[in-house]
T-cell receptor, first 114, second 114 residues
Framework: GQQLNQSPQSMFIQEGEDVSMNCTSS?????WLWYKQDPGEGPVLLIA?????ELTSNGRLTAQFGITRKDSFLNISASIPSDVGIYFCAGQKAGGTSYGKLTFGQGTILTVHP | GAVVSQHPSWVICKSGTSVKIECRSL??????MFWYRQFPKQSLMLMATSNEGSKATYEQGVEKDKFLINHASLTLSTLTVTSAHPEDSSFYIC??????????FGQGTRLTVV
């Protein structure tokens, strides 16, 4: 099935550094979401973006919905060890039966060294 | 946020047997539930979408006779892996959505077929 192209696949950073990851798609999505998944757990929603061009923050996290509706990025500032995990972008198309039906990126594995 | 619970969290079964996984929305009525499969270090792949009281819609390549989905009530959907084989070993995750709302994820079920 369709996937979003997420990069980088993995990142190894020092505590305190900033992190940036992004997702692109060949098709338009009406909503972009960013999730974090810890080992053996389900994904947890971090940020939801609803409008093209929207920039949204959640604590140290900032995400933007690309103006073309085909891309999004997530920034994490001043990383800490508990930021370790896999980050996924996900896109959702317009309403009706598409509500809740998500297409996921391949994920970015984040490792933070103390 | 809304709570979605999966049971069991992990299960080991013998090859050829069937396994049932439950997904419950604990504090809201889920008109739609989604089942995903995730292999190690890979993304979540949608298997099927189920709407309460109707047959599930399966994604291309997913065997409907092997992965039986029942969504008999607004708070419960079940996924039964029939005649399980080692290649069915995976992490199965459900998400639940109220009408027109966001989908919330369960904690996942680790299936190991030996």
């Amino acid at each position: 099935g369709q996937q979003l192209n997420q990069s980088p696949q993995s990142m190894f950073i020092q505590e305190g550094e900033d992190v940036s990851m992004n997702c692109t798609s060949s098709s338009i999505f009406n909503t972009w979401l960013w999730y974090k998944q810890d080992p053996g757990e389900g994904p947890v929603l971090l940020i939801a973006l609803y409008k093209a061009g929207e920039l949204t923050s959640n604590g140290r996290l900032t995400a933007q919905f690309g103006i073309t509706r085909k891309d999004s990025f997530l920034n994490i500032s001043a990383s800490i060890p508990s930021d370790v995990g896999i980050y996924f972008c996900a896109g959702q198309k317009a309403g009706g039966t598409s509500y809740g039906k998500l297409t996921f990126g391949q994920g970015t594995i984040l490792t933070v060294h103390p | 946020g809304a709570v979605v619970s999966q049971h069991p969290s992990w299960v080991i079964c013998k090859s050829g047997t069937s396994v049932k996984i439950e997904c419950r929305s604990l504090d809201f009525q889920a008109t739609t539930m989604f089942w995903y499969r995730q292999f190690p270090k890979q993304s979540l792949m949608l298997m099927a979408t189920s709407n309460e009281g109707s047959k599930a819609t399966y994604e291309q390549g997913v065997e409907k006779d092997k992965f039986l989905i029942n969504h008999a009530s607004l708070t419960l959907s079940t996924l039964t892996v029939t005649s399980a084989h080692p290649e069915d070993s995976s992490f199965y995750i459900c998400s639940a959505s109220a009408s027109g709302g966001w989908a919330f994820f369960g904690q996942g079920t680790r299936l190991t077929v030996v």
